[in-house]
C-alpha cells in the first residue's frame, strides 16, 4: 500500500487518538507526544499489520499500550514537572460560570477517579465508540470483560456525579442497592 493510501487511513483517525490519549494521561503535552509515538510506529511497522484488520483498531491498540507504559514508567519514577508549570495553570483564564464548562470539569473529575481499566473501556466504547469486540481486541481482553468493566464504570461514574454512594444502610442494618439515577451517561444513543 502506497505512503498516500496510508495517510487516508489514518490521518482521518487523529483527532479520535488524541483525545483518547488526552483522557489517559490527563496532559495535553503528554497525550501528543504519545499519539506522535503511536503514528511513528504505525508507520515504520504498517507492513506488520494483518491485511484484514481494522486499522483504526490497530493504532488505538499501539495507543494504549503506549499510554499503559507511560503510566507505569510514571508511577515509578514520578512525574516529571517543567519549572514553568505551575505559572502557565494558574495564569489560563477559565471561562466565568458556564455550566456546561463546570459539568464538563465535573464529568472528567469524575473520569479520572476511575481505575484505569474502568476509564480505558468507558472511553473506547461511549466516547470513540468502538464495538465491544473492537474495544476488546485494543486492550486484549475478553468481550465479557469489556462489558463488564463497561458497566461498572457507568455505574461509578453516574455515581460519583449524582455524589450518592452505591447503597443505604437501614436503621435495622440492612443494605439497600440503589440503581444510580442518571445511569445513562456515556450511554451510547443510536
Not at 455550566?99 to 464538563?104: F, G, I, P, Q, S
Not at 484505569?116 to 480505558?120: A, K, L, T, V, Y
Not at 455505574?155 to 437501614?170: A, D, F, N, R
Not at 440503589?178 to 445511569?183: D, H, N, S, V, Y
Given at each position: ?6 495517510m487516508l487511513l ?7 487518538l ?11 503535552a ?15 511497522r504498517?507492513h ?5 484488520g481494522?486499522?483504526r483498531?490497530w493504532?488505538?491498540?499501539?495507543l494504549?499500550?503506549?499510554a ?13 514537572v ?6 502557565d495553570?494558574?495564569?489560563i ?22 481505575p ?5 473501556v468507558l472511553?473506547l ?15 486484549d481482553i475478553?468481550?465479557?470483560t ?8 457507568r ?17 435495622s442494618?440492612?443494605?439497600?442497592h ?6 445513562g ?6
Open positions: 500500500m502506497a505512503m498516500k493510501d496510508m489514518v490521518e482521518p483517525l487523529i483527532p479520535a488524541r483525545r483518547y490519549a488526552r483522557a489517559l494521561v490527563k496532559n495535553h503528554t497525550a501528543d507526544d504519545l499519539v506522535q509515538d503511536c503514528l511513528e510506529r504505525a508507520v515504520s504498517w506488520q499489520r494483518r491485511a484484514d481494522d486499522a483498531t493504532l488505538f491498540t499501539i494504549h499500550n503506549l499503559v507504559s507511560h503510566i507505569r514508567q510514571n508511577r515509578r519514577r514520578g512525574g516529571h517543567a519549572l514553568d508549570a505551575g505559572i495553570e494558574a495564569m483564564a477559565r471561562p466565568a460560570t458556564q455550566e456546561d464548562a463546570l459539568h464538563h470539569a465535573d464529568v472528567m473529575r469524575a473520569l479520572h477517579t476511575l484505569e481499566e474502568q476509564r480505558s472511553l466504547v461511549s466516547v470513540e465508540d468502538l464495538t465491544y469486540a473492537e474495544a476488546a481486541r485494543v486492550l475478553p468481550i465479557g469489556v462489558m463488564s468493566r463497561l458497566a461498572r464504570a455505574e461509578k461514574l453516574s455515581q460519583k456525579m449524582e455524589g450518592t454512594p452505591p447503597y443505604e444502610t437501614t436503621k442494618g440492612a443494605t439497600i440503589r440503581p444510580a439515577f442518571g445511569a451517561i456515556f450511554r451510547r444513543v443510536k
